[in-house]
C-alpha cells in the first residue's frame, strides 16, 4: 500500500509499505477514507518529538471503513464506517471506565513506533486498529468522513479545554492559539454560552477565522496582550484562558492576563520542561491550572449528537485536501500555512 513515512527531521516521502495483518484476535483492518495533518505531526516533523523510527507511517487522525476483523471483535463487522481517537485503549481498565481513556493502561499513539515497536499511522491506504471493539467508534450515516476525521481529535480536544474551563455566560475567556484546535475551542465556548471570548494568534488569517466565529482578535505582533486583556477588564483579568499552543510563552502570557482565581486550561502539546511561573507564583494568584491530553475516545462519542444538531458546526476548518499521493507537498504546503491553510486533509 502507499503511505506517507518518516525519514528525518523535515523528510517524509511517498513510500511502498505491507499491507496491514490481524496479529490479534482483537484488531480490525480499516481502509482509511480521510486522513488529517495534525499540528502534533509537526513535532514529529521538526524533530521536536525524538525516538521515531526511520519508516513509520505517520499520523493519527482518520476515518474509514472496517475491511477485516480478528475473531474477538463483536462490534464491528466489514463494511461498518468508523472513526478513532488518536490514542488506542482496552476499555477495561480503571482509567477507561473513568472516562480518562487517554491514560489507558495499554495506550498506544497511532504514528509512533520506536525501537521497533508501537504503532503505524493512518497517513495510508490501511490501518490496523488494536482492542477495536473498545477503540473504534460508529460513524452515523448522517455524519460526513469529514466530519469523523475532526471528531476523532481537534474538535475533541477544543470542547475538552473549554469544558476544563469551566465557562459561565458572562465569563471573559481567551483562547490562545487560533489553529485547528483553538477555533474548536472557541465553538466550544460558543456552545457553552460564553459572551466574551478574545482569541490571540500572530497570523492574520487564523484571527479573521477566529472573529467569524464569534472572537475578539488580538494579534500579539501588533499590540500587547497583557496590556489589551487588563484593559478590557478594568485591570481584573481574564476569568479563563484556553492555551492551545503548548510553548513557554504562550503559557507566560495566560498566565499573565488570568485573574485572581482563575482557571488556565492548557490542551497544547507542551513543548518544553519547566513552566514559566513558580508554585509560589500560582500561590500568591490563587490560579487553578488544568492541563493535560484529551481522552477523545470519551469526548468524541459525547459531541456526535451536537455535531447531528447542529450544536457545533466542525467542517469550516478544512482548507485543502489532498490526495494521499500527493502526501509529501501536503505536509510542506501545512508546515509553511500557504494559502491561509488551516486544516489539511488527506484522500487516499
Not at 486498529?129 to 477503540?135: I, K, L, S, Y
Request: hydrophobic residues 40%; proline residues 4%.
Amino acid at each position: 500500500m502507499k503511505a506517507i513515512t518518516f525519514q528525518g527531521i523535515k523528510c517524509v516521502q511517498l513510500s511502498e509499505a505491507p499491507d496491514p495483518e490481524i496479529i490479534s484476535k482483537k484488531d480490525a483492518i480499516v481502509k482509511v477514507e480521510r486522513a488529517a495533518i495534525c499540528g502534533s505531526d509537526m513535532h514529529v516533523y521538526h524533530g521536536r518529538e525524538t525516538g521515531i523510527d526511520v519508516g513509520t507511517i505517520m499520523g493519527h487522525e482518520f476515518t474509514g471503513t472496517v475491511v477485516d476483523a480478528g475473531e474477538k471483535v463483536s462490534n464491528f463487522k466489514v463494511g461498518d464506517r468508523v472513526f478513532s481517537p488518536f490514542t488506542v485503549n482496552c476499555g477495561e481498565c480503571h482509567f477507561c471506565k473513568i472516562g480518562l481513556t487517554a491514560r489507558c493502561v495499554k495506550s498506544q499513539l497511532y504514528g509512533w513506533r520506536e525501537n521497533g515497536s508501537g504503532l503505524h499511522g493512518v497517513h495510508a491506504e490501511y490501518v490496523r486498529v488494536p482492542m477495536a471493539d473498545a477503540t473504534l467508534i460508529s460513524l452515523p450515516d448522517d455524519l460526513s468522513w469529514e466530519q469523523g476525521n475532526l471528531l476523532a481529535d481537534i474538535a475533541s480536544t477544543g470542547y475538552f479545554g473549554a469544558e476544563l474551563a469551566e465557562l459561565k455566560t458572562d465569563d471573559i475567556c481567551v483562547v490562545i492559539g487560533c489553529g485547528p484546535v483553538g477555533i474548536m475551542a472557541i465553538k466550544a465556548a460558543k456552545y457553552f454560552r460564553c459572551k466574551t471570548i478574545y482569541a490571540v494568534d500572530g497570523i492574520d488569517f487564523r484571527l479573521d477565522f477566529a472573529k467569524q466565529n464569534g472572537a475578539i482578535p488580538v494579534n500579539y505582533l501588533n499590540e500587547s496582550v497583557v496590556e489589551k486583556i487588563l484593559e478590557r477588564t478594568n485591570g481584573i483579568g481574564a476569568d479563563s484562558v484556553i492555551e492551545a499552543v503548548g510553548s513557554k510563552s504562550s503559557m507566560k502570557t495566560a498566565f499573565n492576563i488570568l485573574r485572581p482565581g482563575g482557571i488556565l486550561a492548557s490542551v497544547g502539546v507542551q513543548a518544553f520542561d519547566q513552566l514559566p511561573f513558580s508554585p509560589p507564583d500560582m500561590y500568591d494568584k490563587n490560579i487553578i491550572l488544568k492541563a493535560g491530553r484529551c481522552s477523545s475516545r470519551f469526548y468524541a462519542e459525547k459531541l456526535i449528537p451536537l455535531v447531528q444538531n447542529g450544536d457545533l458546526q466542525l467542517t469550516d476548518v478544512i482548507t485543502h485536501t489532498f490526495d494521499l499521493k500527493d502526501g509529501v507537498e501536503a505536509y510542506r504546503f501545512f508546515d509553511e500555512k500557504k494559502d491561509k491553510c488551516l486544516k489539511v486533509l488527506l484522500k487516499p
